[in-house]
C-alpha cells in the first residue's frame, strides 16, 4: 500500500496559529470542543480559526486517536494554512 500525499514531521510543525489558542494549556478533546464553542459569537470570532479548530478535533478524534485523552506532538502549524492541507492526502 502506497501513501500519497507530502510527508508531515510532526516535531518540526509545532505551535502555529492553533498551538497558540491553547495559551500553554493542556490539550484535551473536552477543551477543544469548549474553545470552539467559547469562539463563535464572541469578537474573537475568526472563521478560519473556528474552521481549524474543527478540522483539529477532527484528526484528533479520527486519525491520531489515542488511549490517553490528552493531545500531544500534533502538527499544529499545518493548520495555519487551510488551503494546503489537501498536500497531506
Known sequence: MSIV?????FDAYGC????S???GESIIIKGIIKLISCTIGTEQDDVDNVCRLYILLCFVVLYFSRNSKY???MPFRILDNINTLMNYN
Open 71 to 73: 493531545v500531544c506532538n
Open 5 to 9: 500525499g507530502e510527508y508531515v514531521e
Open 21 to 23: 489558542l491553547f495559551s
Open 16 to 19: 502555529g496559529c492553533v498551538g
